[in-house]
């Protein structure tokens, strides 16, 4: 006996198989890895598979527990495309990883605040400032202290996003340059009030792309098509509503709602790569460089590639 | 004696050199790309190159980790040796220490950061915590299995309490205790790699993290032999303590 | 130093149930005097050594010594333990220093005192040797030595050469009466060996098991050294003998 719900799956499928499945060579893959770390800047990882799944593609996010494992991974070939900082993936690029970028995913996202006797930069020095190693933050802190010649008076201390606060209550930090939503929550527990706009510098608000290695895109061009599509309608949806980015921050990171509806204000999801798009990239480069963080710069025409968009 | 001393080191150095072997030959083949895994050259040129800041490295991460498992030695020993020989004071603590001690450093470095503070302190205290737990647990091992008839020995002396514990509980338990410190120092090394990752800037695990960070594998895998081998000459040193202090269970144990 | 066990008996708990290991037993020892405990196993004869040495307290009755109730352990007896109970850590020297140091004497004199005693057993250019490079009768020397050390008016001996082969065991006894004789003091030694008891002791306590009573004490009155294929040594074995394997209901009371 045909159950109501049996025929209406096969009915489902009927529809939906032919308008899917042919779209796919047969060579490529079905299933595709996606590496991220849970973050606020990251929120369209955990949208990806329902998107990809209307594609006929498996996806399987995969969350590490820090921004280089989430790199060291896509760099072993463990997973095929990932949500990374702009910076870390030029890091890896450059060092011949054939990493490239196929879309923008996120701008903004964080913050320098402390203590309320400081109003400007300069007025750290000598005081300590805790950012989190490798991020984009402590790459245009580091650029900033350089431009206004403090870089030596200002003590960077090194710190994992999250374990920030404790010491910024305690006053054992004067400063934080963290990564959303840490810096809502401390502010607006009353333990640091804003210092310094982070985006004025040439990084500008570029934080998280969408990237892929070039083999998997050569050898899975359609597949590639859908992540890139799959990524774009998943921003477009927390464009419209970043409710269900917020939710997720106030479940994991058990924040208030109030904190975590706070912080999306400061994160800016986008999948534009239009205008300077490309330069801006280029310019992250250059500012690496610059702070020594790499030594020679990736080929750039093979490092974004932004024809899937 | 020589003859001894060099099949010694020709069989202790062998799986190193295969390791070494395999190393070179999967890096040579290119089997995994050198932002992941580095030549041994590559390493090489670290050590080479970078020594003073290595040496530096390597100095702080010493005195954190003699710093953290010297206080775990006054701490535990003593607390252990109370717990072995007072019956009430083992029931006390018994459960809190079968509790902690399954407890790895890494995942206490939020708490540590909230009651320590950044820096030295919480990272010291860390690799304190991660050495107390086998050094307390072989001092109470080394005190139970002191021979009962020692006691009575001891008793029918007149001996005082604390002559007991100096005289007679400590140095019996002493080889117990030093099996202890080994343990204590090997997971006073495991930790350290997260203790340093408490906003220090330097020592071994300070740079292997920002080595990560910054996709520098040659230089991570020269902390990672250099923790290795400060490790061994660590165990070494507390093998050669013991054979001094406790030369009287010579031919007694197998050591 | 006059020794009296007066109305002794010791009670176990063993996994519930109570055992009666020592049955009402008194015994005095003058000073001067040498008095083997004998028995099989199980007679109560350690349990009875224990309790005198202050070791173990009695379930009833009580341990007087010169006339005054024993509490904890007494200060002018000393103990040498089966299987000798030397500090394995601790050289020849240190170890016959222990109950000296327990008495809170000061080391130069201490140590005078104790190479002094390792010429006395024989023990001389030992000193720096540990309990395990040893022989088994050394050993025992070693125990005997530091049981000497602080001039003991009681001394307490626990089978110490049960361990021994049968040659160091004669030696052994025989140095034993050596220093008993330069020493003086009483001794209570306990022995399962009939020939032991009575090569050693001026009487001999004889001791029956469950419950661990007295059967009967033996008086040897034979000049020393004794020689054990005597006639008289030959009887006084037989006696004990008898007693040992005589049903107690046969038994004179005590």
Redesign the interface.
Known sequence: MTTRRQVLIAGMSAVAAPAVIPRLARAEVSSVKIGSVFSGTTMQAPLLPKYLAEAGIKAELIDFAN??QR??AL??GETQVGYASVNGAI??AS???DLVTLCNGCEGGWYLIGKPAFKSLSDLKGKKI?VQ??SIAQLGLEWKLRDLGIQKEVEL????N??MP??MR?G??DALHGVEPIPTLVRMNGWATDIWNPYETPLGKRNVVLIASRSFIAKNPETTRQIVKAHVRATQELQRDNSSAAAAMVKILNLSPAIAAEAMKNIFYTSDVGGDFGKSIVAVGDIMQLMG?ITSKPDWSKFVDTSFV | MAHRHLRRIVLGLSPLALLLLVWHVATVAGAYSSVLLPAPAAVWLIFVDSWPDLLRHTGTSLVRVLLGVGLAFVTAVPLGLLIGRFRPVEETFDWTIQIFRCLPGIALIPLAILFFGIGDRPAVILIWFSAFWPLIITTIFGVKNVERTLFKVSRAALASNLMVFTDVIFPSALPSILTGLRLATGAGWLTLVSAEMIAVKSGLGYMIMYAQVMFRADQVVAGIILIGAVGLFFDQSIQLLRARLCRWQDGLVIQ | MHLSVSDVSKTYDQRGSHVLALDHVSLDVAFGEFVCLLGDSGCGKSTLLQIIAGLEPASQGGILIDGRELVGCHPDTTVVFQEHGLFPWMTVLRNIEFNLKARGMAAAKRHEIAARLVETVGLAGFEKKYPHELSGGMRQRVGIARALATSPKLLLMDEPFGALDAQTRSAMQAELLRLWAAHRSAVVFVTHSIEEAVFLADRIVVMTPRPGRIGRIIDVDLPRPRDPTSEAFVHHVKIALETLHTPRALLAPS
């Open positions: 921004i280089t790199m060291q760099a072993a890091l890896l060092k011949g990883l805790a190693p490798g201390v090194f710190l994992n999250n374990d404790a010491p305690s054992e930090i963080q």
